[in-house]
């Protein structure tokens, strides 16, 4: 009876320790880098009707600033850029859904917006100008003058929340030449665009009735590139991408060849 027990003893400890060996160890949970490399693209939301940062060009190719920083970026992660165009307003939400990875595209990392996602260190800085038509009839020259006026914008536009603060009406459009064309035909009193588009539209359409009111000395853009929260190592190398880019001199060269300047540093500090 008692070698009976004790060679059940045994083979229970030669059980335990059979299942133990073949337990295998929890394979490591896939994150968002993981996955576009796997896919060998990092698919990214723009506007492409937003020159010079984004658009279609005449052979039916993606051009602009932010085309080539993505280009740069998906390269320096070791994959391919493949660009999805959506308006406006949908390019964040499509983070959320993701119907693509990231959106690199003039994207402002504002308060509101860091709730959401986390952002990479800032690559390019553009001044806000209130634009009106031609002999600013509606008399806007400061801030103090918002009130009570209408202003054609998106609702996510980085200054939205804050136009309506100061009790300006918000006019909804889609794109620029919407938003330009609210201003002229008097839909609108104002819009918001800063320096870069400014001088691309007036340089697209000359006749357009259209001049800057007051430039917003107090307040510049930073244009970063979003991605959702936690995806801490693709973050990462968005930064490192974004470094490499600036140390070698590649996003001063980029800056000037869309917009004639060198806008990569911040000109308030």
């Not at 994959?79 to 949908?90: G, N, P, S, Y």
Request: charged share 30%.
């Amino acid at each position: 009876m008692k070698k009976i027990t004790i060679l059940l003893i045994f083979l229970m400890i030669v059980t335990a320790l059979t299942g133990c060996a073949k337990k295998e160890e929890p394979e490591t949970a896939k994150d968002q880098l993981d996955t576009i490399r796997e896919n060998g693209k990092l698919v990214v939301g723009i506007e492409g009707t937003y020159p010079p940062f984004n658009f279609v060009d005449d052979d039916g190719n993606y051009a602009g600033y932010d085309v080539d920083v993505a280009t740069a970026v998906a390269e320096h992660i070791g994959v391919e850029v493949e660009f999805v165009m959506a308006e406006w307003d949908a390019l964040l939400i499509g983070i959320d859904s993701q119907r693509w990875d990231t959106v690199i595209a003039d994207v402002t990392a504002t308060d509101e917006r860091r709730e959401k996602y986390d952002f990479s260190d800032p690559y390019l800085f553009t001044g806000r100008q209130v634009v009106v038509k031609t002999g600013n009839e509606v008399g806007l020259h400061s801030l103090d003058d918002i009130k009570g006026k209408k202003v054609a914008t998106n609702a996510t536009n980085s200054w939205a929340s804050k136009l309506e603060a100061l009790g300006a009406e918000i006019v909804p459009i889609d794109n620029t030449d919407q938003c330009a064309q609210a201003v002229i035909n008097g839909t609108a009193d104002f819009c918001m665009f800063n320096n870069i588009v400014m001088g691309e539209y007036l340089k697209n359409h000359p006749e357009a009735e259209l001049e800057v009111a007051f430039v917003i000395e107090t307040d510049v853009n930073e244009v970063s590139i979003p991605c959702r929260k936690g995806e801490e190592r693709l973050l990462a190398e968005f930064n490192a991408a974004l470094k490499e880019l600036r140390d070698s001199g590649k996003l001063k060269e980029l800056s000037e060849k869309w917009f004639y300047d060198d806008l990569t540093n911040n000109p308030l500090n």
